[in-house]
């Protein structure tokens, strides 16, 4: 009985509705949103491919978040722990460990970028980027990429901010921080927005980012498109299964993950009204890939008015969403570690990110030091990315979808879903249930197979 008390405490999950928003809505917002969505799109064909997002979430991504939410709270356990509670002798627990080593790889070059975004506050503060050339810019970010000491000094610091935050307990740190500047961010995406709408030869971009061009559209986009959804989502790899273990058993999961998912969509798409006006303004490609943001929005802030405090401010929330969603990615090994090995919170912190820098410093170097070292044609960064966003998400997210759909079953799956009936919402959970058992399995293996050249 002390036991299960003392267990109950050490779980002690996220205080209120709005902060199990915040939190969540943290995880999914972040350099997906302002770095990834934008440049993906640019790659791709912009609305076309917009809109293959769309569907993707619905069919793919928001199903499977809806179905980690469940498991964790059910269990309220790590992502390996869940399933070895609900299954007994079987190999479903390896989704969870999947999960975890997605989550290590992924922090990996995340941490790569985000250390680029903190070194960009100082940057802008100190004028280095403040320029509407953009060959001025570009050489700025070039610099800083193709270094050695700087990239890295920059990823071990963000690496270590991460850490102390989750070593102090992630519920109180991320629940209060994002409940404030998540609205913060989106004010600032609005001024933004304003500024880059009015640029003259703004509407080039418009149409880029609303018209959509089919011809673009192949099975390789596709799978871009899957594996942009399930990252921007955090889903697939335990992220919501762990942050589902912290939520009371009075949240609505499938609302919550419903508004999280159109919150989340909102601040993507106004990312890229931000970006892509500017990028046609300046006369830059729209498919420039990641640099976009570092070589594009600083020409837009110092074509503004206070450019250079927005511009500092603004770097200081990508930062700051970038650190929402590194906690969540951070917390599901640190989750595991403390439940399944009995570490400390401390000790399982301090492991995981040591481990992190030394993976994650081949991400960064791999423009530098590392750039001649490839496989399969991709450097180290891409490569890390490649196969979490487009191989270990999508299959783990089959596999989420799989055990609620064939393992767990209808009435399992629905006391969770409705709170036991109170929720009443019985109509809508035979809609998600056709999905996780046949919709998503079938069509995320479908595009995994072809994008990857199967067939
Ligand atoms: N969703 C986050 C983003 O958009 C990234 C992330 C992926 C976080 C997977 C947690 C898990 O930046």
């Known amino acids: 009985m002390e036991e299960t008390r003392s267990e ?3 779980r002690e999950g996220f205080s209120s509705s709005i902060g199990v928003i915040a939190a969540t809505l943290g995880s999914a917002v972040g350099l997906g949103n302002i770095w990834k969505f934008p440049y993906v799109t640019g790659q791709n064909g912009g609305a076309a491919f917009i809109l293959i997002y769309l569907i993707a979430v619905l069919l793919g991504s928001l199903p499977v978040m809806i179905s980690e939410l469940m498991i964790g709270r ?6 390996v722990g869940a399933f070895k509670k609900l299954t007994k002798r079987e190999p479903w627990f390896l989704v969870g460990v999947s999960g975890v080593l997605s989550a290590f790889l992924i922090m990996a070059f995340y941490t ?6 903190f070194s960009y506050i100082f940057k802008a503060a100190t004028g280095t980027i403040h320029s509407t050339n953009p060959e001025q810019t570009s050489a700025v970010f070039q610099g800083l990429v193709s270094g050695v000491g700087e990239p890295l000094f920059w990823q071990i610091l963000v690496l270590g901010i991460t850490g102390v935050i ?10 209060r921080v ?10 600032l995406l609005v001024i933004v927005d304003i500024r880059s709408l009015t640029l003259p030869g703004a509407a080039e971009g418009l149409k880029f980012l609303f018209l959509p061009d089919f011809s673009k559209i192949s099975f390789g986009v596709v799978l871009a498109a899957l594996g942009l959804a399930f990252f921007k989502l955090s889903v697939g790899m335990g992220t919501m299964t762990t942050y589902g273990s912290y939520m009371g058993k009075e949240e609505d999961l499938p609302r919550t993950a419903l508004k999280v998912m159109l919150a989340d969509t909102l601040v993507s798409i106004m990312a890229g009204v931000a970006i892509f006006p500017a990028v046609f303004a300046f006369g830059f ?5 990641p640099s976009l943001l570092f070589i594009t929005i600083p020409t837009v802030f110092a074509s503004m008015p206070f450019g250079r405090f927005f511009m500092v401010l603004f770097f200081i929330l990508v930062a700051v969403a970038a650190t929402g969603a590194m906690l969540s990615l951070l917390e599901v090994p640190v989750a595991y570690l403390v439940e399944e090995h009995k570490l400390t919170r401390r000790v399982a912190t301090l492991l995981t990110i040591v481990a992190i820098a030394l993976v994650g410093s081949t991400a960064t170097l791999s423009t530098s030091l590392l750039s001649q070292h490839l496989f399969f044609g991709k450097n180290l960064f891409d490569l890390y990315d490649f196969v979490t966003s487009n191989i270990l998400l999508p299959l783990g997210g089959i596999f989420f979808a799989l055990f609620v759909g064939w393992r767990w079953g209808y009435k399992g799956m629905l006391v969770e879903f409705s709170n036991d ?12 249930f056709i999905l996780v058992k046949f919709v998503a399995p079938i069509a995320i293996t479908l595009v995994l197979l072809a994008g990857l050249g199967v067939f």
């Open 112 to 117: 790569t970028v985000a250390g680029w975004v």
């Open 166 to 175: 989750i070593m102090a307990g992630v519920a109180k740190g991320i629940e």
């Open 74 to 79: 059910k269990t309220n356990a790590n992502a």
């Open 421 to 432: 009936g109170r929720l009443r919402n019985e109509g809508v959970a035979k809609i998600f």
């Open 178 to 187: 994002t409940k404030i500047l998540m609205p913060i961010l989106f004010v």
């Open 8 to 10: 109950i405490a050490q």
């Open 285 to 289: 490609e729209p498919k420039s890939g």
